[in-house]
Nanobody, 121 residues
């Protein structure tokens, strides 16, 4: 299973970006998909997450500015980032909890390679 993230870049404060992450490979079904960033301390922090049932959750810092959505037919998750702030600058990683076969009850978490978002003041 591979996750390919795209859409990062350089934007001025107040601007918008849309990140995309497409999962491919041996996929039977996908439960949750999400976006994380790497903090200055090196830890991955949740930005937004969406379950297959459509339940979403967001970090407090992005509520009202970012929106996560999915196209389940394309195994793709999006992150619409509006009203960007310099403190949103980070490498953003997508992930997906994937079941690879019909007979398996286990979902494994796969990660994309990360995409850089830089917001200038």
């Amino acid at each position: 299973v591979q996750l390919q993230a795209s859409g990062g870049g350089l934007v001025q404060a107040g601007g918008s970006l849309r990140l995309s992450c497409a999962a491919s490979g041996s996929i039977f079904d996908i439960d949750a998909m999400g976006w994380y960033l790497r903090s200055p301390g090196g830890q991955r922090e949740l930005v937004a997450r969406s379950t297959n049932g459509g339940v979403t959750s967001y970090a407090d810092s992005v509520k009202g500015r970012f929106a996560i959505s999915r196209d389940n037919a394309k195994n793709t998750v999006y992150l619409q980032m509006n009203s960007l702030k310099p403190e949103d600058t980070a490498v953003y990683y997508c992930n997906a909890d994937v079941r690879t076969t019909r007979n398996s009850q286990i979902f494994y978490r796969y990660w994309g390679q990360g995409t850089q978002v830089t917001v200038s003041s």
